[in-house]
């Protein structure tokens, strides 16, 4: 049997479709689903575990370095890290600015 919206939003079960009942597809297209927003938390982890994965990358790769005495290689990488580092402070500014607007919009 084929289901039906009522204007309500309850759906319900009919041989035929009654007037003012949406289908299925009429009911989605009337109502998209609301897109999801990460909160400032999930994204301040989210940022957090990206930075922890490149510099864990970064000190094996320095470890590395430092074991084949390749002085070059480990002022390279403190380079990379002292950008990783300031890629970090800069998008965790962001988020946190990106908040205070959030709820200063509110």
Same mark, same amino acid.
């Given at each position: 049997?084929?289901?039906?919206y ?6 319900e ?6 007037d003012?009942y949406y289908t ?6 009337l109502?998209p689903?609301?897109p999801y927003?990460p909160?400032?938390e999930?994204k301040?982890a989210?940022?957090?575990?990206d930075?922890?994965? *490149?510099?864990s990358?970064?000190?094996e *790769?320095?470890?590395?370095?430092q ?10 990488l ?7 580092d ?8 962001k988020?946190i ?6 709820t200063?919009?509110e």
């Amino acid at each position: 049997m084929p289901k039906y919206y009522s204007p309500t939003g309850n759906i319900e079960v009919w041989d035929s479709k009654p007037d003012g009942y949406y289908t299925e597809e009429e009911w989605a297209e009337l109502h998209p689903p609301v897109p999801y927003v990460p909160t400032k938390e999930e994204k301040l982890a989210a940022l957090d575990a990206d930075y922890m994965a *490149q510099k864990s990358e970064l000190v094996e *790769q320095y470890t590395d370095a430092q074991m084949h005495n390749d002085s070059d290689m480990m002022a390279e990488l403190v380079n990379e890290m002292n950008a990783l580092d300031a890629w970090y402070d800069e998008e965790y500014t962001k988020i946190i600015e990106e908040s205070v607007n959030e709820t200063e919009a509110e």
